[in-house]
């Protein structure tokens, strides 16, 4: 009986140390500056467009260490921007992406979207509508809104690496957002994936540690990449071991290659009904590998297909499209500076830059001038 005793007492002592051990890490990562999230609401067939917990601040921080700290703000509409967005005022331009547009991780004024409001001031509003691991898909969603809501004439859509195998709910499911399935027929159709925050995720996002172990340490990439665990939550197998070009997996594999190029296909007829703007309207902005050395190892791979891909289906259809590396590539060559974090592949302040640059030469922006 005495030995049971003693089994309880030590038991209780472990459970003891580790829920004191928590609350410690609890009370002292409340000091620091840990990655707060932005808190998406519920997305639903009657609310359909995803967006964050409007009016509340957020901080941003890379890593272990909680470095490149960032404050910002989602305004009223609920997304990531310094301005609150107004249906009535001078002619709007949208700017529409992923976590590049959303750009948690620069100060808004080093955003390209900053950048562009600032320096179009009086003339123009320039409203951001982006989030964390949109593809090609959810941008026509967004850039609809901003038509349907705000009166935008003219929308700026930045492409990346991973728009176009995600746009299917295969290969990567994203609740909230709108991606493409086969129907009956096999044809392409819009799809929504509606999104409710569930009591766990609810409760670790008041939670400095939980927030800690997911954004910053990105436990759940880890995680993820578990073989049977990604194949469970993805549907395909998680390649821990896969190569990278592009911010992608390099993998040419010819059903994700022809699964993409009918993802583009379907995003360009959905553009001009979903949107409503005339292919003048509409600039895309294309990411690149970013260098010289970088774009000579990628070719051939599957951004690489992609990318021109993309540029060739979109002029033909009469969209303008800037390939950014015919910006990154001489800039690079000249000043040796990196366009993205060492340790987190979204474009740090340069490549903002350069983006920003690109949009105020693009012929969408004279023709919006004149």
Known sequence: MSRRKDLLLSLLLSVASIVFCLLAAEIALRFLPVSTGLRSMPVTATDPVLHFTPNRPFVNSLGWNMHNVVHGRVNNAGFVNDQDYVRDGPPLIAVIGDSFIEAQMVPYAESVQG??????????????????????????????????????RAAIINVVGNDFDESFAAYRLGPGSWQYARDAKGVLQLKLTPHHAGTLISLARHSALARYVIINLGIQNRLFSI???????????????????????????ATRVRDSLAAIDAFLRDLPERVGLPAEGVLFTLDGFRSADAASAGQGTYFDLMRHAFIQKAAA??????????RFIPRHARTGESFEFYDDNHWNAAGHEVAFEAVMASKLLANLRQ
């Open 115 to 152: 950048r562009l409001a600032a320096a179009l001031k009086e003339k123009f509003r320039v409203y951001s509508f982006a989030g964390s691991g949109a593809p090609l898909s959810q941008y026509l969603i967004w850039a609809g809104f901003a038509v349907r809501e705000y009166g935008a």
């Open 227 to 253: 073989r049977w665990l990604g194949q469970m939550i993805f549907g395909k197998p998680a390649n821990a071991q896969a190569r990278y070009a592009g911010n992608t997996d390099a993998s040419t594999d």
């Open 317 to 326: 259809q009469g969209y303008e499209v800037i390939d950014l590396d015919t």
